[in-house]
């Protein structure tokens, strides 16, 4: 019955025409609502600067008071007790009184002149800026009490002194006021004249003014209560306010002299805009004219029945017109300013400024992941990236060293920061699962409950919301069970991550390796090494996060219950990500072998200020060499072992031999030593492993490139024996070598390889098989290294005699290998 | 004016009457052309049975004590379309006759003796002004024209045809269907009435008011539409036939669904118990002790198994593909 009357109310145009009467009275209401409550913080805020102002007054004139009282007191006190100090007259007292008023006079004339010089000084930079900044600058809270109570001071003054006119005489109370407001408005002079000084600081004002505007009307968009005009308004006054933030960052921009100093404030302001914003976006209505609308055009055949028909009936193309609310708009303009301040740094060489702008990154970071905005992030990253490559590759190369090392803080800052992005976000993905299962168990579906989630969330879910209070609307109760709407919400949040965890790949997987590459082709090899060096630590911890991730995806899955097409969640193949994680591992250790890279690591200076990128590729290519060797991947281990058997040549030859190096000697001999162990132990496990796994391939390539990097020396015989000696650290020394930890452990890793395989050795406790390789049988049975049997095997016999003292593990492995092939050749006969 | 003892009247053409004051009394006035809405749902709820079940030939069963005289009374019913085995007669004459319901009501048939070959037809006839008086059924012509295209139009005067109850056969909407409809007709004549309604809305511009202000707010008024007519659809579960609103859960439209179909097996589970009931009526004629009942077979939905996938539905034990599946397919 309702119905049919609502209906037919509705087909009568009186009722439209009194229903917009209605809404305008409504307005009215509103509207006066909303001007009082902001006339209503505009005084409170001028009351809470009076208050103070006033108290600062009070406290002044306490002193002041107290400063007048013992004058006077010690006056009189001299007076009674003294007699060379002889009565005032009245005549003096008042030439005093008269004189002191001349000075307060003198005073107040000497400040006003003054201020009025600054000021017609600097009115001369008002015409350089637009209409509205001036006005928003006069009208400014601070300046305008303080000029309001010196105009309410002068104007009382003023008005007592012309009272006789009138037939009244000014009493004593209105002597104390004036007096009182006299003082008070001295007071306000030192204010006023502090903000003459800063008069034109645009930061200030966006601080002070724009910023707190413009979060004021975003709360007031986000206001529920609030009618659709009022929202309107506010969105707009938003947007002005947003506009005039950005003249005045244009302004900024235009000043090149002073940008050290302003441009990381505004970025700071951008910063806190966005971070408020991001904080708040989602309590603003999804279909809000906060968001402008971006209009797109439905197809006849795919915008159902109705309105097709109605649109045929009307040939109208309006019917399937559809508005878009864009959400993003705000964050990207506020990217694009952010972006375009490093590319101003960028614009006049100040590095330092870039590195410091590219820096406050990391606090927005934080705030990308905690809201799922990891494509804003990324958005704002590439951008990164194609401003700091090109002005790379503009700025010339060759610059001195102080900017050389900033350049290289950018890319390192450009890389940490991305993966700082990427991890936190995976981070979020794993503690947001909790708060998702908290409002699941809540199971309460209205757009107030909707809030507690992330704003993406939000925006997909809001369908579901607006279903069940249709049924409720409709059927009278809820028709939609749990585990539907769960299945559906889990499906939106898993196309989400399903976006969001290739980008994080692609990241790790082209990113930043193509960055390096494109730092290399720049002839910064510093650069490039530092970034693939810093990325190493998170391919290595990344696999485990996504070991995590599997779990939790696999908790996910748990709440598919509706089989149908439409509902299956997607299936994002995580364990194939981790692989791909690990191959662009293998893949950043071999650039780390290319020459064009590493370049740099050659000159002999360690600079400080930089990571020790020598030390640091040494030891990851050693143990990229070892992982090479244990997966039995020849092809791998041909591209990491030439620079690694360079460095260590490097290093044993030329690097620790340098006497500039200042440490003692013995240290000295052990280092040496230790790199010639580790490039021995190395090749002597090619050696090891190419036996056990019966693959020759693996040592013959190592070996063959150690001859020819050893046929280059001038005298073979003596530089083998020279590397035999000083592998020994016995010979030379008390101690055992200080870096002979890693060693240890590639040969801990072998033994237990061995023994998983059911090999026995001297150590194991049962007995095995023995390996049908000779040279593995020797090693586990004798006590020697990895690399004892490198020179046993492959050193000793290029000599004709040994005429010098060798290491007994050496020997004795030696004369075994020697013996066991004479057997084998004795057994042939 | 004629009184006569006479078969109905089968085929009427209503232009050609003349109705005249006494003749309103007795014909209703002619019943609005159904519109949009309406002519939708009433195609959409006289369509019990599905095609896809239109092949297998058992989809009723038939309790009687004399298979001649069944085969004999329904073989030779006069349906819309040839002539097929008695399975699909009666699908067919069931479906008409929920048609009739759903458009006028009542249904009428009666037996029709052909002498000359000896059958029995049965055929239906207009339900238009034919009234019961105490169990005998009168049709009331009003005067008309025939048409006739050797010759000249013939005048036929008004009359009465009084029938013979034993042949005629006399088919009514359930009592808790019926108010079920006209709870929801009376919304839907008015949503159908207004529909086009936006279109008055937008004042004409003129040459001294070139804009003229529109105080029509159309989002409003599409959603009192949409509301009314979701609320007035709730007890039949009509979808309106529309697929392109996104507020509708899949729980909505399969409750939805599963009340609609049921509503049209209780309709066709009634009209088969009606017929069984008329037919042994009428067959009584032939043979006195007569009797004949036809009942649905398991091969079309039953209500226990509907009610029983709504319940599982509210447990969430079913998906949603096997409910839609059960209500169309079968």
Redesign the interface.
């Known amino acids: 019955m309702i119905d049919r009357l609502k209906i037919w109310i509705g087909s009568k145009p009186w009722f439209w025409k009194f229903r917009t009467r209605l809404g305008k009275i409504g307005f009215v209401f509103e509207r006066g609502a909303y001007k009082r409550g902001t006339s209503l913080s505009k005084a409170k805020t001028n009351a809470r600067i009076l208050g103070s102002f006033t108290w600062i007054g009070l406290k002044s004139l306490f002193w002041v008071a107290l400063g007048l009282a013992t004058l006077i007191s010690v006056e009189g006190y001299l007076r009674d007790n003294l007699t060379w100090l002889p009565p005032l007259s009245v005549d003096d007292k008042e030439f005093n009184i008269d004189q002191l008023r001349l000075y307060a006079q003198l005073l107040t004339a000497i400040f006003s002149i003054y201020f009025a010089t600054i000021g017609i000084i600097l009115s001369a930079g008002y015409t350089r800026l637009r209409r509205d900044i001036i006005q928003m600058l006069t009208n400014e809270q601070v300046g305008s009490v303080y000029a309001r109570v010196l105009v309410l001071a002068a104007m009382f003054c003023l008005t007592a002194t012309a009272l006789p006119l009138f037939g009244f005489e000014p009493g004593l109370f209105v002597y104390v006021i004036g007096t009182v407001l006299t003082l008070l408005s001295a007071l306000a002079l030192f204010p006023l004249g502090q903000r003459l000084f800063n008069f034109f600081d645009l930061n200030l004002l966006v601080r002070g003014e724009i910023l707190p505007n413009i979060a004021r009307h975003i709360e007031g968009a986000a206001n529920p209560k609030n009618s659709i005009s009022l929202a309107n308004h506010h969105s707009k006054s938003a947007r002005d306010a947003l506009e005039k933030l950005l003249y005045i960052d244009e302004r900024v921009k235009g000043d090149k002299e002073s940008l050290e100093d302003n441009l990381p404030a505004l970025t700071d302001d951008y910063t806190a805009l966005l971070m408020h914003y991001l904080q708040q976006k989602h309590t603003i209505d999804q279909e809000s004219y906060w968001f402008p609308r971006r209009s797109r055009h439905k197809q006849w055949f795919f915008a159902g029945d109705n309105a097709t028909s109605m649109a045929l009936q009307t040939s109208s193309q309006h019917m399937l017109l559809e508005e878009k609310p864009d959400h993003q708009w705000l964050e990207n303009e506020i990217v694009d300013r952010l972006a375009g301040h490093i590319e101003l740094a960028f614009q006049v060489g100040d590095f330092d400024l870039a590195l410091k702008l590219l820096g406050r990154f990391s606090t927005r970071a934080s705030a990308y992941a905690a809201q799922f905005q990891f494509d804003v992030g990324m958005q704002e990253l590439k951008r990164f990236r194609e401003i700091v490559e090109q002005a790379l590759a503009t700025e010339d190369a060759l610059a001195d060293g102080d900017s050389a090392v900033t350049r290289i803080g950018i890319a390192d800052a450009w890389a940490a920061l991305g993966s700082n992005l990427c991890l936190e976000t995976l981070r979020r993905m794993m503690t947001f699962e909790k708060e998702l299962k908290l409002f699941f168990d809540a199971d309460e579906w209205s757009e107030k409950s909707l809030r507690s989630l992330p704003a993406f969330l939000q925006v997909e879910l809001a369908f579901i919301v607006e279903r069940i209070e249709f049924e409720q609307q409709i059927e009278g109760h809820r028709l939609s069970k749990p585990k539907y709407v769960q299945q559906l919400a889990v499906q939106k949040l898993l196309q989400h991550y399903a976006k969001i965890l290739p980008e994080v790949c692609d990241f790790y997987q082209n990113m930043v390796p193509e960055f390096a590459a494109t730092l290399a082709k720049l002839k910064m090899s510093e650069a490039a090494t530092q970034v693939v060096l810093a990325s190493l630590h998170s391919h290595w911890k990344l696999p485990r996060w996504f070991d995590e991730l599997a779990q939790l995806l696999d908790r996910y899955r748990e709440y598919e219950h509706y089989t149908e097409t439409q509902y299956v969640l997607p299936n994002i193949d995580v364990v194939e990500m981790s692989k791909q994680i690990e191959s662009s591992r293998d893949d950043a250790l071999a650039t780390l072998g290319s020459g064009a890279t590493v370049g740099h690591i050659f000159e002999p200076k360690h600079n400080e200020e930089l990571p020790d990128h020598f030390g640091q590729t040494y030891f990851e290519l050693a143990e990229a060499c070892i992982s090479a060797i244990e997966q039995n991947d020849a092809d791998k281990l041909d591209k990491v072992l030439p620079m690694f058997m360079f460095l260590a040549f490097l290093a044993a030859d030329s690097k620790f031999v340098d006497p500039s190096l200042e440490i003692n000697d013995e240290f000295r001999l052990h280092l040496i030593s230790t790199v010639i162990n580790d490039l021995a132990s190395v090749l002597g496990f090619a050696i090891l492993y190419g036996a056990y796994y019966d693959n020759e391939k693996l040592s013959e390539g190592a070996l063959a490139k150690f001859d020819a990097w050893i046929g280059r020396a001038t005298d073979k015989q003596q530089y083998l024996k020279r590397m035999i000696l000083l592998s020994d650290p016995n010979s030379f020394s008390m101690s055992a070598s200080p870096r002979g930890l890693i060693r240890i452990n590639w040969k801990i890793a072998f033994e237990q390889r061995a023994r998983n395989d059911g090999f026995g050795d001297r150590m194991g406790m049962e007995r095995g098989v023995p390996h049908k390789n000779k040279t593995v049988r020797e090693f586990l049975s004798s006590f020697s290294d990895a690399s004892h049997l490198f020179f046993a095997k492959h050193i000793i016999p290029q000599f004709e005699a040994v005429d010098f003292e060798v290491d007994h593990h050496i020997t004795d492995l030696e004369r075994r290998l020697r013996d066991d092939e004479e057997e084998v050749q004795h057994a042939d006969y | 004016m004629r009184i006569i003892r006479a078969e109905p009247l089968r085929h009427r053409y209503f232009h050609d009457e003349q109705i005249g004051l006494v003749d309103s009394l007795f014909l209703k006035r002619k019943r609005d052309k159904p519109n949009f809405n309406r002519r939708m749902f009433d195609e959409d709820f006289a369509r019990l049975f599905r095609s896809v079940n239109r092949r297998n030939g058992n989809l009723f069963e038939i309790l009687s004590n004399d298979d001649e005289l069944t085969q004999r009374l329904l073989g030779n019913v006069k349906t819309r379309y040839a002539p097929h085995p008695l399975d699909e007669t009666i699908r067919e004459l069931v479906e008409e006759i929920a048609q009739s319901l759903v458009w006028f009501g009542t249904a009428y048939y009666f037996l029709h003796d052909d002498q000359e070959h000896g059958d029995v037809h049965v055929a239906s006839f207009n339900s238009t002004g034919v009234v019961r008086f105490f169990g005998t059924h009168i049709q009331w012509l009003p005067k008309r024209t025939e048409k006739r295209w050797d010759r000249d139009d013939k005048e036929i005067p008004r009359e009465i045809r009084i029938l013979d109850a034993a042949t005629v056969m006399r088919f009514e909407m359930p009592k808790a269907i019926k108010r079920m409809l006209t709870a929801q007709n009376?919304?839907l004549t008015?949503?159908d009435k207004?529909q086009?309604?936006v279109?008055?809305?937008h004042p004409e511009a003129t040459h001294e008011n070139p804009n003229p202000t529109n105080?029509?707010?159309f989002s409003?008024?599409r959603d009192?539409?949409e509301?009314?007519l979701?609320?007035?659809t709730?007890g039949t579960g009509w979808n309106g036939?529309?697929?392109?609103s996104?507020?509708?859960?899949?729980?909505?439209d399969c409750?939805r669904l599963i009340r609609f179909r049921r509503n049209q097996l209780m309709l066709k589970d009634d009209i088969l118990r009606q017929l069984g009931a008329e037919l042994s009526r009428v067959g009584m004629g032939y043979n006195a002790g007569y009797t004949v009942e036809i009942s649905a077979t398991e091969e079309l939905p039953s209500i226990e198994h509907l009610d029983e996938l709504e319940t599982r539905l509210?447990r969430?034990e079913v998906?949603?593909?096997e409910i839609i599946d059960y209500c169309y397919k079968r």
């Open positions: 009376r919304t008015v949503l207004h086009f309604g279109t008055d809305f105080h029509f707010d409003v008024w009192t539409q509301l009314a979701y609320r007035s709730r036939r529309k697929f392109d996104s507020k509708r859960s899949d729980f909505f409750h509210t969430e998906g949603f593909t």
